[in-house]
């Protein structure tokens, strides 16, 4: 079941027969949690079969390792209206030096093209 910390809501709309609704779900449970059965409880009721679900999880704030992980999770509801959550992708969260942003002064390493093909405002 999901925690107090645990916020879901649709996020985009596909609409008609052939539809599908993308959801957002921000969370710091376990993405083991996440993917147990009953995890989404009473919103459940509200996804569809073919509909994709994008978990953000972010650590505990006393974690010292990693920054967010994100999870793409394709919906299937059968006709009894029981939810099967597929993993489609998984990012896994970068270490805590490798999330971190460059120091001041430094410039971010690009790939040499800078300029080409690039929009300008």
């Known amino acids: 079941m999901m925690t107090p910390y645990t916020h879901v809501q649709p996020i985009a709309e596909l609409p008609g027969s052939l539809g599908f609704t993308v959801w957002g779900v921000g969370t710091r449970d376990e993405m083991a949690t996440v993917l147990a059965p009953g995890y989404f409880g009473t919103n ?30 394709a919906v299937h509801k059968d006709r009894e209206g029981t939810i099967t959550l597929r993993q489609v992708l998984h990012m896994p969260a970068l270490p805590q030096e490798a999330a971190a942003s460059p120091a001041s002064g430094e410039k971010p390493k690009g790939s040499g093209n800078a300029g080409r093909g690039a929009a300008r405002s």
């Open 44 to 73: 459940a009721r509200l996804m569809n079969d073919g509909d994709i679900v994008i978990v953000n999880r972010r650590p505990p704030r006393n974690a010292s390792a990693g920054g967010a992980e994100k999870l793409v999770l």
